[in-house]
């Protein structure tokens, strides 16, 4: 075989990169704030062009958020403020948005005023409840001497029974009511960004529709495929690396953590990979990801 100067100089370009890109080397500190680094020209379009002398396989793939949660009021109600927008980042607890709390407020106090008057009318039914056994020859101060059947008849006719129900019925909707109350301002459940928010002040509430999305931006992860016939190079704790396509002069590591155990109709087994760093990514992005055979 004859010497060909180029192609020894394609390899050591592609390598370079590689060791480079994915962290195989110390590299400059303000050019590894987020974990990325500069591609050559030369390098890139070896491994795009599938050089089998470097040795590298490329697949394509998508960002995608670990841990995220949609989330959404519980009642339909006037919307006071929003109090975040799209990209925002957030912190665990933050508020988010509320509701006008004027009509939960309200509910409140009518539960409240409601169970006064059922306890009040307990201790009315309960005198009455007294009267009723002493007529029947008992003593109400002693409860064990009663016999059941005469005991439920003095409930009923005093309206004791019924107190009770209402004052057991008016502490379920004050405690419904509060929930209400406490649901109408809506928080960051984690540390995240905000994405797909759909509404703003004084727009009516729709109970169970996503108002906003939060990302845990420290829980990104690149979904990719690869063919069958390569998944023996591809192993837990696997490290590849990550290139944006909106952005080819970055790259990202990430260690693949996740192998879903199925081979799909076009015989391709579905990955995951974490990122170490996904400063500059967003949720649904394409990327490619770049593993160099060993």
């Known amino acids: 075989m004859k010497y060909n100067p180029m192609r020894k100089a394609i390899v050591i370009i592609a390598t370079t990169f590689f060791l480079t890109g994915c962290g195989g080397e110390q590299k400059d500190p303000e050019a590894s704030a987020n974990d990325s680094t500069t591609l050559s020209t030369e390098a890139r379009d070896s491994i795009q ?14 960002v995608v958020a670990a841990r995220f949660a949609d989330l959404s009021f519980g009642v ?12 925002q980042q957030v912190h665990r607890g933050q508020t988010l948005a509320t509701l006008d709390p004027f009509k939960l407020r309200n509910a409140i106090e009518q539960q409240q005023q409601a169970i006064e008057q059922a306890q009040f009318q307990i201790e009315q039914a309960e005198l009455q409840m007294k009267d009723v056994i002493i007529s029947q020859g008992y003593d109400p101060d002693k409860p ?9 008849n003095a409930d009923v006719k005093s309206g004791y029974a019924q107190a009770k129900s209402q004052l057991s019925a008016a502490r379920t909707l004050l405690a419904a009511a509060q929930h209400e109350l406490k649901s109408s301002v809506l ?11 759909s509404v703003q002040a004084h727009q009516l509430s729709q109970p169970g529709q996503p108002v906003c999305r939060i990302i845990a931006t420290g829980d990104m992860e690149v979904e990719f495929r690869v063919m069958e016939s390569d ?21 990202y590591k990430a260690t693949v953590h996740i192998i879903n155990p199925v081979v799909d109709e076009q ?18 992005m394409n990327v490619e990801v770049i593993f160099k055979s060993l």
Do not use: W
Request: charged residues 15%.
């Open 49 to 62: 062009n599938h050089d089998p002398a470097t040795m590298m396989l490329k697949t394509m793939g998508k």
């Open 76 to 87: 339909s109600l006037p919307i006071e403020q929003v109090l975040v927008k799209n990209g």
């Open 187 to 197: 928080t960051a459940p984690f540390d995240g960004v905000v994405a797909n928010l």
């Open 267 to 284: 015989g391709a087994v579905t990955l995951r990979a974490k990122l170490s760093d996904a400063q500059g990514l967003f949720d649904g």
């Open 231 to 251: 998944l023996s190079k591809y192993q837990i704790g696997t490290t590849v690396c990550v290139i944006p396509v909106a952005n080819h002069t970055t790259s």
């Open 144 to 152: 064990s001497s009663i016999p059941a059947d005469v005991r439920h």
